[in-house]
């Protein structure tokens, strides 16, 4: 897959000295949703501010679409639709009235039936004539979701997109996404709700301290780093885990009563039946087991803190 946002070797060091990007290396691919998590302070805002045009990079190079930041400036920003964290827009304005002036500024014709596709599907169509200023802090987020769309960019950075809105506008947003990015718009977000990038993204770069430490397909980060652990939950407590079963790991739990194991699950079956049948032979019956598998969010959390 090719890709559509190509930064290389990104540096960002503010006139205070604060060094807010370091050698960044990054391509994004056409047409999927690419979730950015990091602390407060990694470097995910500034990130997008240098790509989408708002911020100048030290130094680096980044190009949308093949049109370079800095040389090309117009045709690469004429890519991007962005979202930002901040709720600021003309709050005497409508959302039809803002789509439009946004749509005009990349000296774009008017299209009223592009315009109307897009606040039906942020169920905003029914608002079209109302102020900004008398909707609903969730309204005004779908309306800057439009406006970024108004100009029908190729990628879209939604900056904690959700931050602030209930569950159900939240799933709602998640939809639209998917559609598009079924529709071949690129997506870009930075998100808090760690189950949102679980839920959404193709996949996944974790950012600390202006460094972008890991970059993976969900699945293959969940693979490789996702631990799983079985528990055993036994007939009779134990007071220690016997010599027999030190080859293990093994650790006891509620007061004896459960056996936890943590394991790859690559080698799921060729461990756990070995371990199932050691047991037996030592007479440790038990009367139930589940399985889990690591979150994301704990994914996360230890990549970061292993950071520090």
Known sequence: MTAIISISQLNK???????????????????????????NGAGKTTLISVVCGISTPTSGRVTVDGHDILSDYRAARAKIGLVPQELYTDMFE????????????????????????????????GKRHDKIMTLSGGMKRRVLIAKALAHEPGV?????????????????????????????????????????????ADRIGVISK????????????????????????????????????????????????????????????????????RLGELGIAFKDLNTRQSSLEEIFVSLVTERR
């Open 210 to 277: 202006g460094k972008l430490i890991l970059v993976e397909a969900k699945s293959v980060l969940m693979k490789k780093l996702g631990k799983k652990q079985l528990t055993l939950h036994l007939q009779e407590p134990l007071v220690e885990i016997p010599s027999g079963l030190s080859d293990w790991g093994l650790t006891l739990n509620n007061d004896g009563s459960d056996l936890e194991f943590t394991f790859d699950s690559s080698k799921e079956h060729t461990t756990i039946p070995v371990l199932l049948r």
């Open 94 to 125: 409508t959302p039809w009235a803002t789509m439009n002036f946004s749509r005009g500024l990349f000296g774009l014709p008017p299209n009223p039936a592009h315009l109307e596709q897009v606040l039906r599907d942020l169920s905003l169509w």
């Open 13 to 39: 060091t503010y006139a205070s000295g604060l060094v807010a990007l370091q050698d960044v290396d990054l391509d994004i691919r056409r047409g999927e949703i690419f979730a950015l998590l990091g602390p």
């Open 156 to 200: 879209l950075f939604l900056d904690e997109p959700t931050a602030g809105v209930d569950v159900e506008l939240r799933r709602d947003m998640w939809s639209l996404v998917r559609r598009l990015r079924d529709g071949g718009v690129t997506v870009i977000l930075t998100t808090h709700y760690i189950a949102e990038a679980e839920e959404m």
